[in-house]
């Protein structure tokens, strides 16, 4: 299932695959490789998310089940259980990190992007009008001091 994020990125490649220059291409290859990478990284972080709670689970059952817990097992298995939690902690937060530099990462091609497919539209249609054109305004009902909506209220409330 995709998130509105990646809805919103995928509309952006689609509309950039309109634009035939090499600049169009280039863009859409870098934002294709840094979602490769989220990806990437996502998964390393769930990995080293399922290793820290197994070595909690590990540490943490003989913890409360094994009376005499740290004296009855092998110091060496303890140290090596405790080395690997921590090792994979602090990998899960360096890659937490990396995540959310390829989210900005992304982001800002996703606003170049947007720049892009802007010139295209542009390009192709022209640039739109930033006042309404005159038509427009008279097709609307009450234009002007709101008289012809309270007739029409009026007369719908004498039927």
């Not at 509105?4 to 220059?21: D, I």
């Not at 390393?44 to 399922?50: N, P, Y």
Request: proline residues 3%; charged residues 25%.
């Amino acid at each position: 299932m995709m998130g509105e994020h990646q809805k919103h990125t995928e509309f952006l490649r689609h509309c950039l695959r309109y634009g035939e220059s090499t600049e169009h291409q280039a863009l859409e290859e870098k934002i294709t490789q840094i979602q490769r990478d989220v990806r990437c990284v996502q998964r390393a972080v769930w990995l080293m998310a399922i290793l820290t709670a197994l070595v909690v689970a590990g540490l943490g059952y003989p913890a409360i089940l094994v009376e005499n817990f740290p004296y009855s097992a092998p110091q060496f298995i303890v140290n090596l259980v405790c080395a690997l939690g921590l090792a994979s902690l602090i990998c899960l937060l360096a890659f937490a990190g990396l995540g959310m530099a390829y989210r900005k990462k992304l982001d800002q091609r996703r606003e170049e992007c947007r720049q892009l497919v802007t010139k295209l539209l542009a390009s192709r249609l022209g640039k739109p009008d930033a006042t309404p054109s005159r038509d427009r305004r008279d097709n609307r009902a009450g234009e002007g001091d709101g008289r012809t909506v309270r007739v029409a209220n009026e007369s719908m409330v004498l039927q």
